[in-house]
């Protein structure tokens, strides 16, 4: 099955500084990616959509100078976060559609394992 | 608006069944997802579900009917391991999936 890769898996910093997360397909090709956060005891919230060579679109209330979001290959995908603070802390998680699943193909999306942000 | 609904949490015992229900109200519909989430982990796929009736996969079942805006997914022979958020999401016309809180579902002996 496609499996998709986050790094860094955890991560604790300090307030006022900025996270880079990785979000890559290994053995697919993903035109488009999502970010999502997740707080405890919470659903799933899109934060938004990447798309390899274009500018991400961003769900409203995500501010998008905080969250740089950069899909520079079909690949990888990167999520930085910039000046964190303890409210940024929570799970992070992307996923991908396989380009190449074909049109008689259902949707799937492929999630990464997540990366926990601890933000002191 | 678009909302998904599902129970909080449910309780069962192992090795019986459980029905964990959704509801759903999006704009177009293309397709509704169930996934499991253990916790401190991403979701995996279990079942997705776009046409009416039952889907069967092992001991996991999802069943769909759009005319109600419904779904539900059935576990059987309920093991431990079972034990997790169950996520209900329905895709809407722009294709982006629209995410339930997640049903907790705790397995007793």
């Known amino acids: 099955g496609a499996v998709v890769s986050q790094h860094p898996s955890w991560v604790i910093c300090k307030s006022g500084t900025s996270v880079k997360i990785e979000c890559r397909s290994l053995d697919f090709q993903a035109t488009t990616m999502f970010w999502y956060r997740q707080f405890p005891k919470q659903s799933l919230m899109l934060m938004a959509t990447?798309?390899?060579?274009?500018?991400?679109?961003?769900e409203q209330g995500v501010e998008k100078d905080k969250f740089l979001i950069n899909h520079a290959s079909l690949t990888l995908s990167t999520l930085t976060v910039t000046s964190a603070h303890p409210e940024d802390s929570s799970f992070y998680i992307c996923s991908a559609r396989d380009l190449g699943a074909g049109s008689g193909s259902l949707d799937e999306q492929f999630f990464g394992p997540g990366t926990r942000l601890t933000v002191l | 608006g678009q909302n998904i609904d599902q129970p909080t949490e449910m309780t069962a015992t192992e090795g019986a069944i459980v029905q964990i229900n959704c509801t759903y109200q999006t704009s177009g519909f293309n397709g509704l997802f169930w996934y499991q989430q253990h916790a401190g982990e991403a979701p995996t796929f279990l079942s997705y579900?776009?046409l009416d009736g039952l889907e069967e996969k092992g001991r996991f079942s999802s069943f769909l009917s759009r005319s109600k805006g419904y779904s539900y997914l059935l576990l059987k022979e309920l093991q431990m391991k079972d034990s997790a958020s169950y996520l209900c999401a329905a895709m809407d016309s722009n294709y982006q999936l629209i995410w339930g809180a997640g049903t907790k579902l705790i397995i007793k002996p």
């Open positions: 990447s798309n390899e060579g274009s500018k991400a679109t961003y």
């Open positions: 579900n776009v």
